[in-house]
C-alpha cells in the first residue's frame, strides 16, 4: 500500500501541476480516489497496532524502542487528523508512503550501508516539512482560515505527537549512525527505528 500510495499520488500531483506549487498543493481538494486510497492507507497502520502489539507479547530478546511503540501507537490518529487540508492528506500519501517504500525495499533486499542513515532523514525531512504545511495551510487557504480556532484541538495535536517522533528519530539518527552506538543489528533491521528491534 505504501508504493501504492506514493507513486499514485506523485503521478496525480504531476499531472495536475501541484508538485511545484505549494498552493495548489495545499488548497486544491483532492479527488474521491485519494480520498479512499487514505482510507487504505489508514487502516494500514492498524497493522503496525498488532504488529507491535504481537512483538511486546513475544517480549523480543532486543528491547523495543520507546519510538517504536510510541510511533505505531500513535500514527494511525495523525492521519485520521491529516485528512483536514488536502495538502497534508497528500503529502502524508506521497512523503509517508515514499519513506516506507523505501523502508520495505531496505528490508527485502538490503541497501549498501552508505545509503541507510537517508531512509531515517528522509523521515526526518517528511516530519519537517507536513508539520509546517499543516502551519501555514490556514494562512494559505481561506477554506482552512477558521480551521484553527473552531477545530483548536484537532488543530494542536499534531504538535503534541510529532515532536516526539521527531526528537526519536534525531536520537536514533545520532546513536546508530553518527555514533554507532545502538545494539546491534541484522543488516535489514538497522535504516529506522521502525523495525522488529
Not at 516506507?100 to 541507510?116: D, E, G
Not at 534525531?170 to 529506522?192: D, E, I
Amino acid at each position: 500500500i505504501s508504493a501504492v500510495s506514493c507513486f499514485s499520488t506523485l503521478g496525480y500531483m504531476l499531472n495536475n501541476g501541484e508538485l511545484f506549487s505549494l498552493s495548489k498543493t495545499m488548497c486544491t481538494p483532492v479527488p474521491d480516489w485519494m480520498w479512499w486510497l487514505n482510507l487504505a492507507f489508514i487502516l494500514s497502520k492498524i497493522y503496525e497496532w498488532m504488529d507491535t502489539m504481537i512483538l511486546v507479547w513475544l517480549k523480543p530478546k532486543a528491547p523495543l524502542l520507546f519510538l517504536h511503540v510510541y510511533h505505531h501507537a500513535t500514527t494511525f490518529w495523525l492521519f485520521l487528523l491529516v485528512v483536514a487540508f488536502p495538502g497534508t492528506l497528500k503529502m502524508g500519501l506521497l512523503l509517508n508512503g515514499g519513506v516506507h517504500t523505501l523502508m520495505y525495499a531496505h528490508y527485502a533486499r538490503p541497501f549498501p550501508k552508505a545509503i541507510v542513515p537517508f531512509i531515517t532523514l528522509a523521515q526526518l525531512v517528511q516530519l519537517f516539512y507536513v508539520v509546517w504545511m499543516w502551519s501555514v495551510t490556514p494562512g494559505t487557504c481561506p477554506e482552512h482560515a477558521a480551521f484553527p480556532t473552531e477545530h483548536f484541538a484537532d488543530f494542536v495535536t499534531p504538535y503534541l505527537m510529532v515532536p516526539v517522533y521527531i526528537m526519536g528519530f534525531l536520537k536514533f539518527f545520532v546513536q546508530r549512525f553518527v555514533l554507532g552506538s545502538t545494539h546491534k543489528k541484522k543488516p535489514a533491521a538497522a535504516a529506522s527505528p521502525e523495525t522488529k528491534q
